[in-house]
């Protein structure tokens, strides 16, 4: 492939028209494969001199600036790399594993700095592992488009605060989010009264039933001490809802609940916790927590106990579920995607490119080139 001799080409910096060919570089970049063969195109490409931007090389139209891939080659890895591992596509493609995140990463980094995100206003957080010990990244979704919009490294304050300033220069504005639902962290809880200030908080349902089961479970472990041969390989059964139990799950908890155990009266206790949730009427909803708690203290049972101080603690988080109905379901279904294909992928190298995937996962992002 080559130009007809007197061409004149535009600076590809700032377009400017009918600059004469300085020299030339021959490139070449892998193409689409041709049935079982690898295909490549190869074309002298001209460099012009720009008063402004001195010389450059031209840009080519089957091809991104300093790619060794076409674009017709990086759509097809774009397309692929949602499917599969990225190990996994560079051996079927006869790739370096590095070169293949080059692309995700430039297609994936362009897309999340083209989001739109005027019309965010109700907002999801959750923290997710990036890999084993004590790696996390902070996912922000915008609940009512349903997707991811932002993650960062970390699960503190400071998170907030860099979705924040993301939201700020993407055309929204923090100062716009009425709603955030979270978990009951002190650290999520500072950054986001410090960096959305006129967003109202509703502790997410399924966080806050989490710290109650771990309560029950506590009162069986410390009960079992005393009581192995009933309580003995039941642990699964007080966590799970009544109708998710197994036949044989549920005729061993009927007999149980027949006996005197600490047990018995915990899990009692959170069964009727869960009612505060499907209440219609918040003022009737608020009361019958109130009157749950006193249950709860005249049980003496101390696990259930400090439960209900965290509920009073953050009463008003607790509450406002009932206004505002919202919560980190659709973070937790995020969140089991992209730990599936952490799975699949057995892991990723580094933060950056577990992001890059959270995002193509999770994020509806238009990510790849364009193809005219």
């Avoid at 908080?201 to 001490?225: G, M, N, Q």
């Avoid at 061993?252 to 869960?274: C, G, H, I, N, S």
């Amino acid at each position: 492939m080559d130009f007809p001799r007197g061409a004149t080409f535009c600076c590809p910096e700032c377009d400017r028209a009918g600059l004469k060919v300085h020299d030339t570089e021959e490139k070449t970049w892998r193409h689409l494969d041709f049935f079982q063969h690898q295909a490549y195109l190869t074309a002298r490409v001209a460099r012009v001199v720009c008063p402004e931007h001195k010389v450059r090389l031209v840009a080519v139209p089957w091809a991104g600036p300093r790619s060794g891939f076409t674009l017709l080659f990086e759509a097809l890895v774009m397309a692929m790399v949602r499917e599969m591992p990225v190990a996994t596509l560079a051996g079927l493609i006869g790739e370096s594993d590095m070169r293949v995140w080059r692309v995700v990463h430039h297609y994936v980094d362009k897309a999340v700095d083209a989001q739109d995100l005027s019309g965010v206003q109700r907002v999801g957080l959750d923290e997710t592992s990036s890999r084993r010990g004590h790696d996390y990244v902070t996912v922000f979704a915008d609940l009512d488009q349903r997707r991811g919009v932002f993650v960062v490294e970390g699960r503190d304050h400071e998170t907030v605060s860099a979705f924040s300033l993301f939201l700020d220069t993407h055309g929204g504005s923090s100062d716009q989010v009425k709603e955030v639902s979270q978990d009951m962290s002190e650290a999520f809880l500072k950054g986001t009264l410090a960096h959305l200030p006129n967003a109202e908080i509703t502790f997410d349902r399924y966080h806050v039933k989490s710290h109650l089961s771990k309560a029950v479970d506590e009162v069986r472990r410390e009960e079992a001490k005393h009581h192995k041969d009933l309580l003995r390989n039941t642990r699964y059964m007080w966590l799970k809802r009544p109708k998710n139990l197994t036949d044989r799950q549920r005729d061993l908890l009927d007999e149980l609940l027949t006996q005197p155990l600490e047990t018995v009266r915990a899990y009692t206790l959170a069964q009727q916790f869960d009612s505060f949730y499907e209440l219609d009427d918040p003022d009737t909803a608020e009361e019958y927590l109130r009157r749950w708690i006193v249950e709860v203290d005249a049980s003496g049972l101390e696990p259930l106990k400090r439960f209900a101080r965290m509920l009073e603690d953050h009463w008003l988080g607790v509450i406002r579920w009932h206004h505002s109905k919202v919560s980190n379901g659709l973070l937790e279904g995020l969140n089991s995607l992209i730990q599936a294909a952490k799975r699949r992928a057995r892991g990723y190298r580094s933060n950056r490119n577990f992001i890059a995937m959270t995002y193509l996962i999770v994020g509806k992002l238009n990510a790849g080139p364009v193809i005219a």
